[in-house]
């Protein structure tokens, strides 16, 4: 008991020497200044809204080109509108990681790309003359993938004829109008919520929990970069069906951009990843690793987006083709993007500490 | 001399389980007990969480050996939870007390055994103090059932009743202490030096919970915190001061982790090393609220039936039970943290933080048909972020893939992948407590014909420091 009582004082005494521990501790620390809240404002304001505005502008030109089109359908004005739609369709690869929020309530990842597309829903649709483009049945008929089957499917000769001589030409001048009007009436509100009061709310979300902003970047993020690994590149290349392969299964196949969308699409998810210039995951990452660390988590995440990109640029488009051709190369790529993946979906998600569930935790 | 000999006679005081105390700890306790559950039974339901974790998972993680368990229907589901409420309401009242008490610890603990996604220390304790509820008169002092005269209303009640509650307090924070005494807490401050950094947004003290020296702070004084805490709550002398560590430490611990009510319930439950004039002035301030009723009750002093023996042989088993079960991790071999087995009911709390990315792969030797499971098809997010780092869980997944796609054909375009009787491979990655992510499970075993059970997981990688 004598002992115990002693300890008062003693308890004092310890806790003072820990204190000017801590501040002495603290003084020698010289790690470059981290928050959450300045990288959720240089992603909200460097990266995602000027990559909204530039898709937003993009679909404008498209609509544009689509009614130049359709008053006259040559050949000048579909390599005009086929020129317009790759722009559109590429910048929305840096668009797409971004799935919370507006373009969340606005459904935009399903309608937009949506693949493969449904050709012969397609068709019916355009047969019937009536249809409802924003019901679930339709989202195989709708979006990039529907307007990359209407503008390349087939023969120049043979799309210039549905859309002049055939007798449901008009029936076609008018789907491809929707579709393209139904993306952007889609897609302005959401770039119009981010210019008014998303913006502030989701720079001021910034804890850790399940509803904020650095939780809906990182599982979005994960979420896309899986997409392109198995859907953009697994299933077709056979990595789902134990070498089955399913060529026609690829983004974007009737125009053969494949690989140079999912390039694009590395693209931008390295800049969700880096936050382009300024504060993102990667300054997030160097802030939380100790600092002796020798080699830094975000350098091997960057090494191996680096890697990733290199081996998709070589790989030849049309990547249909290059799947029955040189499936191994595909393979390839697709090991990488698994490694990738690994790198992102455990040792950064571990690091960070964002949830991804409500539950109570005890940390087991 | 005089010291050794009061501690000699204070311990024998402490283990004289049958002698009489005063009733208002133990009515106090239920009280607290009652009120709080009643809480935390409300905010699982405003959260949605009856819904979230167990009406929209479409398969259920059973517990090893609670397999047979019926699963409820949504409408049986919110049911329990109402009878919850009503038995939270009879625990704080002392009203039907005996009956409420049953009621709470086997509907709440069916619940929990529905699915381990859900696993809570916190809830296995709740269930354990509930569990010895069932058995100590809390409703003989400051209760309705007393009032009413279904019980007889009594000042004391026996020593055994508090005692066994101080001891099941003892045995959370002593094992967790005992679990943080590994290199991962002491030496490398995992993981709370990473999880620390998430609150690195407050005011004043984001940037101090940066730092390393934090890390190793928290993770040392957590660990003798809980070692020492209950023998500081034992002693006279300090149980005050160590209270006043108690409500900062687990208010600490509340506002920096997503640990939900688990704070409140241990600030709840350490209420109970408390002196019994303390209990009885809380409850005279309590009184006030009922117009001094209690005041006017006689009290009987009862010659209690002899169940000494019954009780000490009850005791002696449930003690022994609690001071083994967390150490049957050591009939295994490897590391805990990698293998978990012996992982759960054994007080490792904040300990780990380890994800996984798993993969699951079918096939038919015979058919030829193959394909990699889209595991959001199957599990709820929780449920997947769970599995792909729990061996057993890994397995009751690959199981009832091996269920849902036996005789079962895939249509793709124009291909069919028609399964018979399909394997299942997994290739799983594992990060444990800040290491780079390793192979946790290779595809080379078929973990269909695996059995789920408590032998060694060879079928595991080695875990690579």
Sequence with gaps: MIILKGTRHTKQGILAILCITWMAGCKEDDKPEFDRKSMLSNMAINVIMPAYTTLNGSLGTLQLETADFISNPDAISLAALRAQYVVSAKNYQHCSMYNFGPAMDCNIKASFNTFPTDAAKIETNITNGTYTLTINENLTAIGFPAIDYLLYAGSDSEILAKFTTDPDAGKRKTYLSDLVAKMKNEFQPVLDQWQGSYKTSFINADGNDVASSSSYLLNEFVKDLELTKNARIGIPSGQQTGGTIFPTYVEAYYSGLATSLAYEHLVGLETCFTGGNGSGFDDYIRDVESDDVTVSLADNILAQFTVCKTKMDALADPLSETITTNVSAVNDVYQELKKLAVYCKTDMTSMLGILITYQDNDGD | ?465
């Design chain 2, 1 to 465: 001399m005089t010291a050794i000999n009061s501690l000699i006679v204070r311990i024998g005081r402490f283990f004289d389980w049958h002698r009489e105390v005063p009733a208002a700890s133990l009515a106090f306790y239920r009280i607290l007990f009652g009120a709080l559950m009643l809480f935390s039974t409300l905010r699982f339901l405003l959260n949605g969480w009856v819904y979230d974790f167990y009406i929209a998972p479409r398969f259920h993680f059973a517990y090893l050996g609670f397999e047979w368990i019926p699963y409820p229907n949504p409408t049986v589901l919110y049911f329990i939870f109402v009878v919850l409420i009503l038995a939270c309401i009879g625990i704080t009242l002392g009203f039907f007390y005996r009956i409420s008490a049953i009621a709470f610890f086997f509907l709440f603990t069916y619940v929990e055994l529905l699915d381990k996604t859900t696993y809570l220390n916190h809830y296995y304790f709740v269930s354990l103090i509930a569990f010895i509820l069932i058995f100590v008169p809390a409703n003989k002092y400051f209760s309705l059932d007393s009032y009413y005269n279904f019980v007889p209303a009594q000042k004391t009640i026996p020593n055994w009743s508090i005692a066994i509650l101080k001891f099941q307090i003892a045995v959370v924070y002593v094992f967790a202490g005992i679990a943080k005494l590994e290199p991962d807490w002491l030496i490398e401050a995992q993981p709370l030096k990473y999880w620390l950094h998430t609150a690195h947004h407050w005011p004043l003290f984001g940037d101090l919970l940066k730092e390393d020296f934090t890390a190793y702070f928290f993770s040392w004084f957590g660990c003798l915190y809980d070692l020492l805490i209950v023998f500081f709550l034992l002693n006279k002398c300090t149980r005050n001061y160590a209270y006043g560590v108690v409500v900062i430490f687990h208010v600490m611990t509340w506002l920096l982790f997503p640990i939900g009510v688990f704070p409140w319930v241990m600030i709840a439950a350490t209420t109970i090393f408390l002196s019994a004039a303390f209990h009885e002035k809380a409850l005279r301030f309590l009184g006030k609220f009922f117009s001094g009723k209690q005041e006017q009750r006689t009290y009987t002093y009862l010659v209690r039936p002899n169940f000494k023996k019954q009780i000490n042989v009850l005791f002696a088993i449930f003690i022994t039970l609690q001071l083994l079960i967390p150490f049957r991790y050591l009939l295994y071999p490897g590391n805990v943290f990698w293998t978990e087995q012996g992982y759960r009911f054994s007080w490792r709390v904040m300990l780990m933080e380890k994800s996984g990315y798993a993969e699951f792969y079918l096939t038919d030797p015979k058919t030829k048909a193959a394909w990699k499971v889209d595991t959001y098809n199957h599990l709820t997010s929780l449920q997947e972020k769970m599995m792909s780092t729990q061996p057993d869980m890994i397995l009751q997944y690959a199981h009832h893939l091996q269920q849902v796609y036996a005789d079962t054909t895939i249509l793709l375009g124009d291909k069919k992948l028609v399964f018979k009787d399909p394997e299942v491979h997994a290739e799983i990655y594992v990060t444990l407590n800040g290491r780079p992510s390793q192979l946790y499970v290779a595809k080379k075993y078929n973990l269909a014909v695996l059995k789920n059970n408590l032998s060694n997981r060879y079928w595991l990688e080695d875990f690579k420091e």
